[in-house]
């Protein structure tokens, strides 16, 4: 995944990002934008891919 942005990033007055999935809330910051946007990507990718793997076992039962 490539930075959110290629330069230098101020934000000084965020210090948390609000999520909303579902009906779950969460806060969430890992210490600049472009980190805590590359952790949201990753978590995504590995719930897909889990969900793939689940998707793979019950085509191979049937």
């Not at 959110?4 to 934000?11: M, N, R, V």
């Not at 999935?21 to 990718?45: A, S, Y």
């Amino acid at each position: 995944m490539k930075n959110f942005c290629q330069g230098e990033l101020s934000t000084p007055r965020l210090e948390q990002m609000h999520l909303t999935r579902d009906e779950d809330c969460e806060l969430q910051w890992e210490g600049d934008l472009n980190t805590t946007i590359k952790h949201m990507f990753d978590e995504m990718n590995m719930q897909n891919s889990q969900a793939v793997e689940v998707t793979d076992q019950l085509l191979q039962m049937e």
